[in-house]
Nanobody, 121 residues
């Protein structure tokens, strides 16, 4: 069974920083892209950042220059370094990865359980 487990959320003041981690575990053959989404109360889930297997990245306009996504392929982990946080960044942050599991017939989309990030003004 494949799992994505996030950690690193919490409460921080505006201007502060947090680093989120998401570790994939289980019988995994390969991981394609890894992404971070977020969902604020009353809003749709939105893509925050994505990173390919080769390290190509892209970001939502709202976080460019403040957030950095990275990954450690050997550890099957993706990170999101969040700097200069704003109250508008308050949301539940979800990890997402497209991966191929041992015994699987096709690539699947997998989600973590989410981690709360709260930025106070």
């Amino acid at each position: 069974q494949v799992q994505l487990v996030e950690s690193g959320g919490g409460l921080v003041q505006a201007g502060g920083s947090l680093r989120l981690s998401c570790a994939a575990s289980g019988s995994i053959v390969s991981i394609s892209y890894m992404r971070w989404f977020r969902q604020a109360p009353g809003k749709q889930r939105e893509l925050v950042a994505a990173i390919s297997t080769g390290g190509s990245v892209n970001y939502a306009d709202s976080v460019k220059g403040r957030f950095t996504i990275s990954r450690d392929n050997s550890e099957k982990t993706v990170y999101l370094q969040m700097n200069s946080l704003k109250p508008d960044d308050t949301a539940v942050y979800y990890c997402n990865a497209r991966l191929l599991a041992i015994g699987g017939f096709d690539w699947t989309e997998n989600w973590g359980q989410g981690t709360q990030v709260t930025v106070s003004s």
